[in-house]
């Protein structure tokens, strides 16, 4: 067990639907990072938190988006759901420049 | 063309034997290379970790980097059936994207009894 708690386990939505994931991170952990793992890929980053800051986001449009709290866990948004957005959605939770703990992950199905 | 290219196998080996696991890839400047493994319905563990070119050995697990190559590889000694998972290896710049990693596809790898 890595500390780091993810929610809901699994979900399905419909195309043009809104979905919010949430992870809870190990605690101590100032930095969260989200991915997308779709089926038979490795994951693609998606942004990072550091306090409550995006720091960095990799090549995903503006629909996603993303909210870290005071006690650091933190959100992923994604609005306007399209077929593709089905994946596993990962998040890890590091000290700055630590190991990166994941979750399991939140595996979403957009009908 | 992806920057990190990995066969995704499956690659099937009996008990006892090394698994050969690479990855290829285009950015000479990444600097920080990593290995994860995945079983079915979890999250990547880290596996292994190295700075720059060189190897590293942790029990049965020897990562070893080529910048020249630009090519790295995890070794896994004496495979159990509980090694059976896919493989990631992943990498970043510096340490200012920690956490912001380039993943490759994955190996799955199946060893069996």
């Known amino acids: 067990e890595t500390g780091v708690t993810q929610s809901p386990t699994h979900l399905i939505k419909t195309r043009g639907q809104q979905v919010t994931l949430r992870c809870s991170s190990q605690?101590?952990?100032?930095?969260v990072s989200w991915y997308q793992q779709a089926l038979g890929q490795g994951p693609q980053f998606i942004f990072q938190?550091?306090?409550?800051?995006?720091?960095g986001r990799g090549n995903f449009p503006p629909r996603f988006s993303g909210l870290q709290f005071p006690n650091y866990s933190s959100e992923l948004n994604v609005n306007a759901l399209e077929l593709d957005d089905s994946a596993l959605y990962l998040c890890?939770?590091?000290?700055?420049?630590?190991?990166?703990?994941f979750g399991e992950g939140s595996r979403l199905t957009v009908l | 063309q992806k920057e990190v290219e990995q066969d995704p196998g499956p690659l099937s080996v009996p008990e006892g034997a090394i698994v050969s696991l690479n990855c290829t890839y285009s950015?000479?400047?990444?600097?920080?290379f990593m290995w994860y493994r995945q079983y079915s319905r979890k999250g990547p563990e880290l596996l292994m970790y190295?700075?720059?070119?060189g190897n590293k050995e942790d029990g049965r697990f020897t990562a070893q980097v080529d910048k020249s190559s630009k090519y790295i590889s995890l070794f896994i000694r004496d495979s159990q059936p509980s090694d059976s998972a896919t493989y990631l290896c992943?990498?970043?710049?510096?340490?200012?994207?920690?956490?912001?990693?380039?993943f490759g596809a994955g190996t799955q790898v199946v060893v069996t009894p």
């Open positions: 992943a990498m970043t710049l510096t340490t200012d994207s920690w956490g912001k990693f380039q």
């Open positions: 890890a939770s590091s000290l700055a420049v630590g190991e990166l703990f």
């Open positions: 605690s101590g952990h100032n930095t």
């Open positions: 950015n000479s400047a990444f600097q920080y």
């Open positions: 190295t700075y720059s070119s």
């Open positions: 938190y550091y306090r409550e800051e995006e720091n």
